[in-house]
């Protein structure tokens, strides 16, 4: 159940978000919200403009023109304000591997402003099952391990925006199954927005509350995950993303 | 600035001195060879000479201060490559901490690894080679704090360069101090270089500084017009590398280079 919330306080509010390069616009005038408590699945095929959307909304990467509201913060504004209320994990930033998983999280504690840190490092062991990992060093460790650490150090500073690029992409079914568990019931429990982009459509249809598809830079399609398939003529959610990929959809 | 975000970064150069204690070799093992090789020049020119100069104050103290320089410099630096190396640049600017915060963090960082090799060099030099190093009194305070200026400074341009370049270009970085040394008159007055040369060595505060030694030990006083003039050139130069690290830490956001930067060479 998503929480009531006014819609200056969206944990996460995209206005009209574009990026060109030159002559190449990878993203065209973007726009939209998580809510709090809701899972946003961000779709589309390689070079669709997914990770670029996310380097916008981290800070790394400028855009042309739009805005990005962190939980109502103007990120282009108050930049360390509004990056203190979201927090990521993907597949492509490992923490750093010469550090063990316990000086990881203290360090990135710290880097976020965490007071209280020994104590939230210690529910986040436990939590995560890092307990017995502490003191291994991080570019030591499996890669469900590694995601294991990456989300441990995510849920630092209790966000309340969460981007998660691809987060299962390295694990098995079984360990990829118990972090979605995990991300579902941090949306719910703690009510914190999520943005999530993955490849894995059933994993999507699984954890997603609304999904957006991307392409070239621009929206095609957004919905329920369970009802958009139907709603587009096809059998599944794999499928449509693959038409989607292939030929820009006339929606109806 | 934000005390926590600060002390985060200080304190991962710790946890990796820890974790690895090999990371104190360096920081010891040059500066002792530098001291222990001048050291015995300057004996030995000492002993050849048949002069009443006294080669080791000036020539063994010009070292110090110059490793001094270099250490600050490289201490800097190297806190910053360690996130190039452990391709952390993602994690570390998608989170609240400023360029303010981490600039100062590298900054503290490079004070208090740099500070281990200070320790190393004095103890040799005054316990091997009675080299008077406090001797100078108060210039000398002023004297290593326009060298630690000079070491920020160069420290903060070389980790801008290195942004800009790409990871590759780290090799550009250890060489630096080297090149500067011709011109930073260590060894010799300024007056013994070509006037191009003296140009170039006026642009660069640790002139200033080794020309004020040598004056404190012929007996000149307090050389104040010099440390005035470095004074200058150094707050001056601060600035722009300052300047330079945030203009192209923007277009590295702009361009999308910090979160592409874990490519060996984003040139």
């Given at each position: 159940m998503m929480a009531a919330?006014?819609?200056?306080?969206?944990?996460?509010?995209?206005?009209?978000?574009?990026?060109?390069?030159?002559?190449?616009?990878?993203?065209?005038?973007?726009?939209?919200?998580?809510?709090?408590?809701?899972?946003?699945?961000?779709?589309?095929?390689?070079?669709?403009?997914?990770?670029?959307?996310?380097?916008?909304?981290?800070?790394?990467?400028?855009?042309?023109?739009?805005?990005?509201?962190?939980?109502?913060?103007?990120?282009?504004?108050?930049?360390?304000?509004?990056?203190?209320?979201?927090?990521?994990?993907?597949?492509?930033?490992?923490?750093?591997?010469?550090?063990?998983?316990?000086?990881?999280?203290?360090?990135?504690?710290?880097?976020?402003?965490?007071?209280?840190l020994r104590q939230r490092v210690e529910e986040l062991l436990t939590e995560f099952d890092l307990g017995h990992l502490r003191d291994a060093k991080c570019g030591v460790l499996s890669s469900g391990e590694q995601t294991r650490a990456a989300l441990a150090k995510a849920l630092l500073n209790r966000p309340q925006l969460l981007l998660l690029d691809e987060p299962t992409a390295s694990l098995d079914p079984s360990a990829a199954q118990l972090i979605r568990e995990k991300i579902k019931t941090l949306a719910a429990r703690d009510g914190c927005g999520i943005l999530w982009t993955s490849h894995n459509m059933n994993e999507v249809e699984e954890v997603c509350d609304r999904v957006m598809f991307l392409s070239q830079g621009r929206v095609l399609l957004e919905g329920d995950p369970k009802s958009l398939p139907q709603d587009h003529g096809s059998p599944t959610l794999e499928h449509l993303f693959i038409r989607v990929a292939r030929e820009p959809l006339v929606t109806p | 600035m934000s005390l926590r975000p600060i002390a985060g970064i200080v304190l991962r150069q710790l946890y990796l001195l820890r974790g690895s204690p090999v990371r104190v070799f360096p920081m010891v093992t040059w500066v002792a060879i530098d001291i222990v090789l001048?050291?015995?020049?300057?004996?030995?020119?000492?002993?050849?000479?048949?002069?009443?100069?006294?080669?080791?104050?000036?020539?063994?103290?010009?070292?110090?201060?110059?490793?001094?320089?270099?250490?600050?410099?490289?201490?800097?630096?190297?806190?910053?490559?360690?996130?190039?190396?452990?391709?952390?640049?993602?994690?570390?600017?998608?989170?609240p901490l400023s360029i303010s915060d981490y600039i100062a963090g590298l900054v503290i960082t490079s004070i208090l690894t740099s500070s281990v090799g200070v320790v190393v060099m004095i103890v040799l030099a005054t316990g091997v080679f009675h080299l008077q190093f406090f001797s100078m009194g108060l210039p000398l305070v002023a004297f290593m704090?326009?060298?630690?200026?000079?070491?920020?400074?160069?420290?903060?341009?070389?980790?801008?360069?290195?942004?800009?370049?790409?990871?590759?270009?780290?090799?550009?970085?250890?060489?630096?101090?080297?090149?500067?040394?011709?011109?930073?008159?260590?060894?010799?007055?300024?007056?013994?270089?070509?006037?191009?040369?003296?140009?170039?060595?006026?642009?660069?505060?640790?002139?200033?500084?080794?020309?004020?030694?040598?004056?404190?030990?012929?007996?000149?006083?307090?050389?104040?017009?010099?440390?005035?003039?470095?004074?200058?050139?150094?707050?001056?130069?601060?600035?722009?590398?300052?300047?330079?690290?945030?203009?192209?830490?923007?277009?590295?956001?702009r361009t999308g280079l910090i979160a592409r930067y874990s490519a060996e060479s984003a040139a």
């Open positions: 919330i006014s819609p200056q306080r969206f944990p996460l509010r995209v206005v009209k978000l574009r990026k060109t390069y030159r002559t190449k616009t990878a993203l065209e005038e973007l726009s939209f919200t998580v809510q709090s408590g809701e899972i946003l699945g961000l779709l589309g095929p390689n070079g669709a403009g997914k990770t670029t959307t996310i380097n916008m909304i981290l800070g790394v990467l400028e855009p042309t023109s739009g805005s990005v509201l962190i939980d109502g913060i103007d990120l282009s504004k108050q930049r360390e304000r509004a990056l203190a209320k979201t927090n990521f994990a993907a597949v492509y930033a490992a923490l750093p591997g010469n550090l063990t998983v316990k000086e990881n999280l203290r360090f990135f504690g710290l880097l976020y402003g965490i007071s209280s | 001048w050291g015995f020049i300057t004996r030995y020119l000492n002993s050849v000479s048949g002069s009443s100069v006294n080669f080791i104050p000036a020539m063994l103290g010009g070292v110090l201060l110059w490793d001094f320089c270099t250490r600050i410099m490289q201490g800097v630096s190297t806190a910053f490559l360690e996130d190039v190396w452990s391709r952390n640049f993602l994690n570390l600017f998608a989170s704090m326009l060298l630690f200026l000079f070491g920020i400074t160069l420290g903060i341009f070389a980790a801008g360069l290195v942004l800009r370049l790409g990871p590759a270009s780290e090799w550009l970085l250890w060489p630096l101090p080297a090149l500067l040394s011709p011109f930073a008159a260590v060894f010799y007055p300024l007056a013994t270089l070509p006037t191009w040369m003296q140009w170039i060595a006026r642009a660069l505060p640790p002139s200033y500084v080794f020309e004020g030694m040598r004056a404190q030990l012929a007996g000149g006083g307090f050389p104040l017009q010099l440390l005035l003039g470095g004074i200058a050139v150094s707050a001056a130069e601060l600035f722009l590398a300052t300047y330079f690290y945030a203009r192209v830490y923007k277009n590295a956001v």
